[in-house]
C-alpha cells in the first residue's frame, strides 16, 4: 500500500469517528454550569408592545438529591389565550428569589402522549432528570410551526443556579433508556416527500445523550 493510500483512509477513518463523537454540550468550571454558544440558538421573538403581564398557567416544585427546591413557573402572556402555545414565559425561582427566566413568542407546550411514555408518565410540562446529587435537568419542548422542528429547551439547575446549556429546533424522534442513561434520536430538519412517496432530502440525525452527570451531542 502506498502511502498515498494510507493517508487518504486514515483521514476517512477520522472523519468517520468524529461523526460519532459525542461532545459535552456544556462544562463544569469550578463545580458550576458553563454553557456553550454552538448549542443556544436565540428565539426570534420580534416586537410585542402588548404584552404588560403574564398569567400564570402552572407551578412546578423541583427537587434535587440533597435537598435543593426550586419552583419552575410557567406563564401565558396575558390577551394571549387563544394564541398557539401553552406558555410562553418560564421562571425558576429559589430560596424565594427567581433566579432565571426567559420568554418564547410562539410558545413551549406540554410533552406529547407519545413523548411521555417514552420518558416518564409522571412529566407534564417538561422532563426532569437527575444529573448529579445536586444538578438536575430540565427538558421542554416547542410548539411545531408549519411542520418546522420545535425548539428543545434544556435547563439545568444546580447549587441554587438555572443555566441555558440546550436551545435548537429538533424532532424528537425516539427516545431510549438503558442502565441510567438516556438517548434521545432528534431530527434537525423537515424531510419532503414526493407524490410517490420517495423522499426529496435526507433527515439530518442527531443523538443526545444524558449519561455520566453531562449531556453529550453527535451527529448520527
Known amino acids: 500500500m502506498n502511502m498515498k493510500k494510507l493517508v487518504l483512509i486514515l483521514t476517512m477513518c477520522i472523519m468517520h469517528f468524529l461523526s460519532y463523537a459525542q461532545e459535552p454540550v456544556f462544562a463544569y468550571d469550578n463545580n458550576q454550569i458553563k ?4 448549542f443556544i440558538e436565540a428565539f426570534n421573538n420580534g416586537n410585542f408592545d402588548n404584552i404588560t403581564s403574564h398569567s400564570l398557567q402552572k407551578s412546578y416544585n423541583v427537587s434535587a438529591q440533597n435537598g435543593d427546591k426550586y419552583i419552575v413557573k410557567c406563564f401565558k402572556n396575558a390577551g394571549w389565550e387563544n394564541e398557539p402555545g401553552d406558555w410562553h414565559y418560564l421562571e425558576i425561582a429559589y ?9 418564547y413568542a410562539d410558545g413551549w407546550e406540554y410533552l406529547s402522549p407519545n413523548l411521555k411514555s417514552s420518558l416518564s408518565p409522571m412529566a407534564d410540562a417538561f422532563y426532569q432528570k437527575d444529573l ?10 416547542g410548539i411545531t410551526i408549519m411542520s418546522q422542528p420545535p425548539y428543545i429547551t434544556v435547563i439545568i439547575l444546580k447549587k441554587g443556579k438555572a443555566t441555558l446549556v440546550l436551545n435548537k429546533p429538533f ?4 427516545v431510549q433508556h438503558s442502565n441510567n442513561e438516556d438517548v434521545f434520536s432528534l431530527c434537525a430538519n423537515t424531510v419532503e416527500y414526493y407524490d410517490n412517496g420517495t423522499p426529496m432530502n435526507n433527515a439530518s440525525i442527531q443523538k443526545l445523550y444524558v449519561k455520566n452527570k453531562m449531556i453529550f451531542i453527535s451527529n448520527n
Open 171 to 174: 424532532f424528537i424522534e425516539k
Open 95 to 103: 430560596n424565594g428569589q427567581t433566579i432565571y427566566s426567559i420568554d
Open 35 to 38: 454553557s456553550k454558544p454552538q
Open 132 to 141: 448529579d446529587c445536586d444538578t438536575v435537568m430540565l427538558l421542554f419542548t
